[in-house]
């Protein structure tokens, strides 16, 4: 097509576009620039390179201002080189929330509002049952330190949610006022 060709690089088309720009009159320039970015656009460079069915009508889809008399003479005379089909992965159930003493479900699913308490330490935050929490020593088993028992009557994600706020804000601001401070 007006002399370009796929062996060309990059900086050979732009050559060739500025020997055309000066070989031609003046009128042909819009047509020509037209051309060039037809060319040197990554879609045309694409179906250039891999010259299948597929290619040329991806490229007529996916560049702006298509050739489509081109493009559809390129597809016209290129052969299917087949579809690609990636591999669907199946669609996986969400596993319920569970205790993490007894493994029990703690909900059927994050967003079910729940009675639940939150075992907190120094080391870990366990997420469990009301009767789970209340069966546990009042130390840490981990690091021996004592532990709080936070309950919550909500959602998983919401009490999730509002811990990541809460840490985000925390980071967001590190010259927070300090009553205690003297």
């Known amino acids: 097509m007006l002399g370009f060709s796929v ?6 088309k732009y050559e060739h576009y500025m020997s ?4 031609n009159p003046r009128e042909l320039r819009p047509h020509l620039e037209l051309a060039y970015t037809w060319i040197s656009s990554r879609e045309f460079s694409i179906a250039m390179d ?7 009508k991806w490229a007529e889809t996916a560049m702006p201002n298509p050739p ?3 493009l559809r003479k390129y597809r016209d005379s290129s052969k299917t080189i087949g579809s690609i089909v990636s591999n669907i992965l199946p669609i996986r159930t969400p596993t319920p929330p569970c205790c993490r003493i007894c493994s029990q479900p703690l909900a059927k699913n994050i967003v079910e509002s729940v009675k639940f308490t939150i075992i907190i330490c120094n080391c870990k935050r366990v997420w469990c049952h009301d009767a789970c929490a209340a ?8 690091c021996k330190k004592y532990i709080i028992l936070s309950q919550h009557r909500s959602s998983i994600r919401s009490t999730v949610a509002n811990r990541e706020r809460q840490r985000h ?7 927070q006022n300090d009553s205690n401070a003297q």
């Not at 062996?7 to 050979?12: L, N, T, V």
């Not at 891999?50 to 040329?56: C, I, K, V």
């Open 169 to 175: 804000t925390a980071d967001d601001n590190p010259f």
């Open 20 to 23: 055309l720009l000066e070989e």
């Open 68 to 70: 489509i008399r081109v």
């Open 50 to 56: 891999t010259p299948s069915l597929e290619a040329w």
């Open 135 to 142: 069966e546990q020593t009042t130390q840490c088993n981990v």
């Open 7 to 12: 062996e060309q690089s990059a900086r050979d």
